[in-house]
């Protein structure tokens, strides 16, 4: 009997114990949106830096163009609901993004359709392509920044 108790009140408080536990950690999403937005930032300063170049490295190009387009495929999972301003965590994230989920779905598309066309741009050597379908990709960062990331100062 007594071992029975023990396992009812065990039974009883695992899942009070578990929910400590996760509002404690902050929710994966932000480091795993934290690190896709920062390698695409990398991609693009990398990109640009070639574009200064005398002889851009098509190959480097190649490569951030592909790194681009596989991530611009996972911002649209980055934001589940809980993971606005209101989780306690530091965050740019603004409300928006939760309050205007078909504007937020439609930045998040041009960044993908914008992403695609720099890889398709790059799997040529037209330089001038390259770089307007770039500018182009830059656009759809600052769409987004400009009504769905907190202002930086
Ligand atoms: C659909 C919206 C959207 C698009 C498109 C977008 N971003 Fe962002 N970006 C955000 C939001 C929202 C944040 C703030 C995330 C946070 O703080 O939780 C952010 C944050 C960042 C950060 C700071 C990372 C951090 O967490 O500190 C960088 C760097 C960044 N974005 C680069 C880019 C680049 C480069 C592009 C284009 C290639 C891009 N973003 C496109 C919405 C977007």
């Known amino acids: 009997m ?6 009812v009140c ?12 996760v509002a404690a950690a902050p929710h994966p999403a932000f480091k795993l949106r934290h690190d896709n937005f920062e390698a695409m930032g990398r991609a693009m300063k990398s990109t ?8 851009p490295n098509l190959a480097t190009i190649r490569k951030n163009a592909n790194v681009l387009a596989a991530a611009a495929t996972k911002v649209k999972g980055h ?4 993971t606005g301003p209101e989780a ?12 205007r989920p078909a504007d937020f779905a439609a ?8 992403t695609k066309g720099l890889q398709a741009a790059a799997a040529g050597t037209d330089l001038a392509k390259i770089q307007a379908a770039a500018g182009a990709v830059g ?4 769409n987004c920044h400009d009504s769905f990331r907190k202002p930086r100062g």
């Open 2 to 7: 007594q071992f029975s108790k023990l396992a």
């Open 79 to 82: 934001f589940p609901v809980g």
């Open 139 to 142: 656009g759809s960062c600052k």
């Open 10 to 21: 065990a039974a009883l408080l695992l899942p009070a114990t578990a929910m400590v536990a």
């Open 48 to 55: 640009f830096d070639q574009f200064k170049k005398p002889t």
């Open 107 to 114: 930045a998040t598309d041009r960044l993908v359709d914008t």
């Open 88 to 99: 306690g965590v530091k965050t740019e994230a603004l409300a928006a993004i939760w309050a």
